[in-house]
């Protein structure tokens, strides 16, 4: 059983930055496959970013240009640095231990985002 605690959530404005942190619990970080996916009100959830055990990631369409995630193994953290925030940003975001095929196999509680004037 892997626990994961997000934060850094908030309000935000359009065009303003926010960095989420995912603190995972026990020692098998480094071995895992970790991601961001996100679910607004109405709308199906979208994994945002996922990085591999050896650094590569990928990004939704969406996303991509404006979030980098990032991993530190030595504090069981992913990090989830979000610039040039859009009101469509706005959502709850999860951080997800992925299997080898990228499907979610522990998740966090959540941390809400809002992108707002």
């Known amino acids: 059983q892997v626990q994961l605690v997000e934060s850094g959530g908030g309000l935000v404005q359009p065009g303003g930055s926010l960095r989420l942190s995912c603190v995972a619990s026990?020692?098998?970080?480094?071995?895992?496959?970790m991601g961001w996916y996100r679910q607004a009100p109405g709308k199906q959830g979208e994994l945002v970013a996922h990085?591999?055990?050896?650094?590569?990631?990928d990004y939704a369409d969406s996303v991509k240009v404006r979030f980098t995630i990032s991993r530190d193994n030595a504090k069981n953290t992913v990090y989830l640095q979000m610039n040039s925030l859009k009101p469509e940003d706005t959502a709850v975001y999860y951080c997800?231990?992925?299997?080898?095929?990228?499907?979610?196999?522990?998740w966090g509680q959540g941390t809400q985002v809002t992108v707002s004037s």
């Open positions: 997800s231990v992925l299997s080898s095929t990228y499907r979610p196999s522990y």
């Open positions: 026990g020692s098998g970080f480094s071995q895992y496959i």
């Open positions: 990085i591999t055990t050896g650094g590569s990631t």
